[in-house]
Each structure stands twice: as structure tokens, then as C-alpha cells.
């Protein structure tokens, strides 16, 4: 088993380059499946979970050649096979991008239920209502679901909640529908942009991505080559910029788009810190301790809840009493036990959670619950006296590239450990 030490007290300084985004790329993998002949990929994250994208794909058929650490060639021209492993698409959340993908490629598809984080209810309706409205038809049983269609027909969806998983699916799976498809309500995330931007560049027409309503003309066919670079991940620069934040450092946060970031920006601001958008770089930096103050997660463009508990160290350590209400997932407090652990006065109830700021965070052994409480107890590590030791490492590696060594890079004194040594 792996853990990260972490001796803290440092502040972070320098220059930290930002990868892919994490669930661009897992979007983008299997929407790699409409196009019947080979897609170049660059900025892929070197992450767990684009990994098991990949050998997801591999059992479907496909043929992946890794150019280097974050530069694929996926061949599709040979997807043989249209029952996914449900060993392996149990592992993570993102393997429902297959059925949109598989819907279009060869009307039928079987996995197993996704999983991912632990964050509380993770239902599929939405998904479920829009393939149907398309003329599929589901079938869920023994924690797998088939999902099959004679021919899907575009038609008017109204998604009943904003989700980013649901959009992108019924985007996947109506590229080649008849007529007209049109999402209304539909999630305004940056990867839900990259993933329109790189199937209309392989000839789909979507337009209105990054809008609320979005309408795809059906094509008959996809062109068979394309070179398509995965967008910057907002949540890892985000990560960064409330790194910096919290340990009252200094950093440039490199290849980004600063705007994605608004959000996030704004109440760096309120707090008291200092944020520079420099052309595809952010400058981020902190003196004092940060103000107090209030923050709800809400779908793009609002606060990301993927921010949410990385904003929670910076609040654990502020000047007064902050509230932050969750309102996408009912279990994203998790890891306020473990920051109270580290001397931090928080008291999570139901949605909201409240900060009441201490001085200081000290050293102590805590498990990272899921993917984002992973980063937080990092950023927590950096800023407390003492010595901290992060368990569970393998949820972190599933969306963070080398975490130890950027943030090393940096300033941190962080090392991988496996247990035992
Ligand atoms: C994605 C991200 C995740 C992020 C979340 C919100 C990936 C792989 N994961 O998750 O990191 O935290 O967006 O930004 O991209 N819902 C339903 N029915 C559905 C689908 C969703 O009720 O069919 C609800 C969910 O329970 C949740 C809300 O809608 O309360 C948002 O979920 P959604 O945007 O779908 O999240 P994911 O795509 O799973």
C-alpha cells in the first residue's frame, strides 16, 4: 500500500504546468468509437483513469499505441466486440460514456453499472431518458445494463437536472441519429465544449455547446482521421490556485484557460488573495491569512464541486466562521473528518458545512475518501506543522498526474512511500 509524506510549513513558489483535463479525456476516449478509423490524441492525462479507458477500449477492439506519456493513437477500425468488461467499467464512473459512444457506433452495448467516488446517490435516469427518447431501449439487471437500438431518431430532451454526464451521453449517441436532436437544460462544463469541439472537427454538427441548449444534426458519417488536443483540466489549475492560496505562496499555474476559472477567481478575491490571468498562465499569490466567507457549489458556471474540498482547507485556516453548501453531491464531507483530525473545527451537517478557522493544521495520518479530498489532505499536509501521511493514494492517482513530484517541484517536501519501506 502507498501513502504520501508530507512535511509541512512550506509555502509554494515557482511555476507549475497544467495537463489535460481528466474528464475531457475520458469523455473523449470513448467518443473515439464513432469515428471508424484512427484519432491522435495529445494532452492526455497520464492518469488511472485514462488508463482504464484505454483497456476498456482495447477489449472492444480497439488498437492503442502511446506516442509518449500524454500522446495517444487509437486505431477503432476494428471494434469488434460490443460487451464491455464489467470487471473493468465497474472500476470508474466514465465507462456510461460507452453506451452513448457504443449507441452510435453499433447500436447495442453492455457494462456494468459505472462506479467512481463515493459521493453520495450517482443515478443514470437522465442518461437512461435520453437514449430512450432517441429509440433505444434499456435493460438493467444483475448490476449491468444493456442498452440497444434499431435506429435512433433525433428528437426534443429536456434534462430534469443539469448533468454533465447525461449531456455528454446523449451528445454521444445522437451524432448519427435522423434529424435533429436538441438537449435543453443541458450542463455548460468546459469538457463538455471539448468534447463538441472534437466530434464536430471529425464532422458532427453540434452546435451550442457551452450553452444550456444544444442541438445536434445527425450525419450519416464521420471522417476517418483526426489530431485533436485535450483541453486544460480547470480542476487541476484549480487545485494549484487554492494550493497556493492556502500555504500564502506564489505560483504561476501554466497552459490553462484562466477564464474557466471564474468562479474560483472570485473568491480567491473575496478572501484576500491575488489572482493575475497572464494570456494561457494564472498568477496566484497570498500574504495574509484568508477571510472568512460563504460558498454553494453549483453546475458551470458556479463554483466547481470538484473545488469544493480544497476550498475547505483554505476555510479551515481563515480569519472567522465560512459555510459552504453543497448542492450537487449529498456525501462531499467526508473529508472534513479528516481535516479535524489535523486540528481543523469543522461541522458538517447535511449540505452545508461550517468552518470555524483555527490557526493552524498539524500533522497527523488521514485517508483520502475519494479522488478531491485526496487533493485537499495534500494541500492540508503542505500547510500543517508537522508531519502528514495521506492513505488511499490510489484515489488521488485516479485523475492527478505524479501529484508528488508538481508539487515537489514547487516546494513541497512530499514523497511517495510504499508501505513497508
Ligand atoms: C461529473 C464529474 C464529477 C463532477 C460532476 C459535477 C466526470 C467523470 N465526473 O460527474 O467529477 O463532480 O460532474 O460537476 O465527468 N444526476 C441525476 N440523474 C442523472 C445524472 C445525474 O439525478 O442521470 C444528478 C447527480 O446525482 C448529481 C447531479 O445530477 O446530483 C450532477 O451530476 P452529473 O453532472 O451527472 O455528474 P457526473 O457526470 O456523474
Redesign the pocket.
Known amino acids: 500500500m502507498e501513502k504520501l509524506v508530507i512535511h509541512g510549513g512550506t509555502s509554494l513558489k515557482g511555476e507549475v504546468s497544467i495537463v489535460g483535463a ?2 475531457s479525456a ?2 473523449i476516449l470513448p467518443a473515439t468509437l464513432l469515428c471508424k478509423g484512427i484519432c491522435t490524441l495529445h494532452n492526455v492525462p497520464n492518469i488511472i483513469d485514462v488508463k482504464l479507458s484505454c483497456q476498456i477500449l482495447e477489449a472492444l477492439g480497439s488498437k492503442i499505441t502511446w506516442l509518449s506519456s500524454n500522446s495517444i493513437i487509437i486505431d477503432n477500425r476494428n471494434i469488434t466486440c460490443t460487451h464491455a468488461p464489467l470487471d473493468l467499467t465497474r472500476k470508474f ?2 465507462s456510461y460514456y460507452l453506451i452513448g459512444a457504443m449507441l452510435s457506433r453499433c447500436k447495442e452495448i453492455e457494462v456494468g453499472l459505472p462506479g ?2 463515493n ?11 435520453g437514449f430512450e427518447a432517441l429509440g433505444a431501449v434499456s435493460n438493467l439487471s444483475q448490476g449491468k445494463i444493456n442498452v440497444r437500438a434499431d435506429k435512433l431518431v433525433g428528437t426534443s430532451i429536456y434534462m ?7 449531456t ?1 451521453n446523449v451528445l454521444l449517441s445522437s451524432v448519427f441519429a435522423e434529424g435533429t436532436t436538441t438537449i435543453d437544460n443541458a ?1 455548460k ?1 468546459p ?1 463538455i465544449v471539448d468534447v463538441a469541439n472534437f466530434l464536430n472537427s471529425l464532422g458532427a454538427d453540434i452546435r451550442g455547446a457551452g450553452t444550456d441548449l444544444i442541438k445536434i444534426n445527425g450525419v450519416k458519417n464521420l471522417k476517418e482521421n483526426i489530431t485533436y488536443s485535450i483541453v486544460p483540466d480547470q ?1 487541476e489549475a484549480g487545485t494549484y490556485m487554492l494550493a497556493a492560496i492556502a500555504t500564502k505562496g506564489d505560483l504561476i499555474i501554466k497552459n490553462c484557460i484562466p477564464e474557466h476559472l471564474d468562479s474560483v477567481t472570485s473568491k480567491i478575491l473575496e478572501i484576500g488573495g491575488n489572482v493575475e490571468y497572464l494570456g494561457d498562465s494564472i498568477h496566484v499569490w497570498s500574504n495574509s491569512r484568508p477571510n472568512k466567507t460563504v460558498i454553494k457549489t453549483l ?2 458556471p458556479g463554483f ?3 473545488l469544493q474540498p480544497q476550498m475547505g482547507v483554505i476555510l479551515s485556516i481563515a480569519n472567522g466562521t465560512s459555510i459552504i453548501t453543497e448542492s ?2 449529498d456525501s462531499r464531507f467526508q473529508y472534513t473528518a479528516e481535516l479535524n483530525k489535523m486540528g481543523a473545527h469543522i461541522t458538517a451537517q447535511g449540505k452545508s458545512a461550517f468552518f470555524e478557522g483555527v490557526e493552524s493544521l498539524y500533522g497527523a495520518p488521514v485517508y483520502a475518501t475519494d479522488l ?1 479530498a485526496g487533493a485537499a489532505l495534500v494541500i492540508a499536509g503542505i500547510v500543517a506543522k508537522g508531519t502528514t501521511e495521506v492513505f488511499n493514494v490510489k484515489h488521488i492517482d485516479r485523475g492527478y498526474e505524479s501529484i508528488e513530484n508538481k508539487f515537489s517541484s514547487i516546494g513541497a517536501k512530499i514523497k511517495r512511500v510504499t508501505e513497508g519501506e
Open positions: 481528466k474528464n475520458i469523455a464512473r466514465a467512481g467516488c459521493l453520495g446517490a450517482r443515478p443514470i435516469d437522465q442518461h437512461i431518458k430534469d437536472v443539469v448533468s454533465v454526464g447525461a455528454i450542463a462544463e469538457h480542476i453546475p458551470h466547481p464541486t470538484d450537487i453531491w478531491r
